[in-house]
T-cell receptor, first 115, second 109 residues
Framework: IAGITQAPTSQILAAGRRMTLRCTQDMRHNAMYWYRQDLGLGLRLIHY???????GKGEVPDGYSVSRANTDDFPLTLASAVPSQTSVYFCASSPLAGGGTGELFFGEGSRLTVL | GQNIDQPTEMTATEGAIVQINCTYQTSGFNGLFWYQQHAGEAPTFLSY??LDGLEEKGRFSSFLSRSKGYSYLLLKELQMKDSASYLC??????????WGAGTKLIIKP
């Protein structure tokens, strides 16, 4: 089934550890995004990529890094996790990098707990 | 600054109609989106408005007034499966989405 796959679906992590959340899409979408979702807050953009080889910072990029080596993959790395990074992380993709309907297709989310 | 306001929670009865309001302030405007998110699941796209007026799609309709910075999502013939959070998001001049915190809709029998 076409779509976006995230891994892991859930993870408990000790503070200070490095963690990479994986995201793969098979829809050949140009744009990809990483959001975090916290109770009582709207989705907040961490990083985005309008096309393979380019990335940009979103609203809350500190403590996170991304890469976009190819169209399909967009991993998110926490270099040294802290408890405030406990959240649900959603990867999303869009066929157009801005413009058009901008409809986003979301992965199922990765629930991360940092202790 | 940029912000989106929508009610935190609403309750409605099965079979009834409910209107979820959203007001927005953004730097530029390139459209207003509504997404549905069931508990523990990913958001899914419902509607997109860029011109003033009402867009109807089955039991769901979405309205936009650009001059008022206002949108609403109208759900008719409510079903229990409509219990979910409804997220409003506005696209700014940089084509980035600004998200509201979501409205949790509770449907009672």
């Amino acid at each position: 089934i076409a779509g976006i796959t995230q891994a892991p679906t859930s993870q408990i992590l000790a503070a200070g550890r490095r963690m990479t959340l994986r995201c793969t899409q098979d829809m050949r979408h140009n744009a990809m995004y990483w959001y975090r979702q916290d109770l009582g807050l709207g989705l907040r953009l961490i990083h985005y990529s309008n096309t393979a080889g380019t990335t940009g910072k979103g609203e809350v990029p500190d403590g996170y890094s991304v890469s976009r080596a190819n169209t399909d993959d967009f991993p998110l790395t926490l270099a040294s996790a802290v408890p405030s990074q406990t959240s649900v992380y959603f990867c999303a993709s869009s066929p157009l990098a801005g413009g058009g309907t901008g409809e986003l297709f979301f992965g199922e989310g990765s629930r991360l707990t940092v202790l | 600054g940029q912000n989106i306001d929508q009610p935190t929670e609403m309750t409605a009865t099965e079979g009834a109609i409910v209107q979820i309001n959203c007001t927005y302030q953004t730097s530029g405007f390139n459209g207003l989106f509504w997404y549905q998110q069931h508990a523990g699941e990913a958001p899914t796209f419902l509607s997109y408005n860029v011109l003033d007026g009402l867009e109807e799609k089955g039991r769901f309709s979405s309205f936009l007034s650009r001059s008022k910075g206002y949108s609403y999502l109208l759900l008719k013939e409510l079903q229990m499966k409509d219990s979910a959070s409804y997220l409003c998001a506005a696209m700014d001049s940089n084509y980035q989405l600004i998200w509201g915190a979501g409205t949790k809709l509770i449907i009672k029998p």
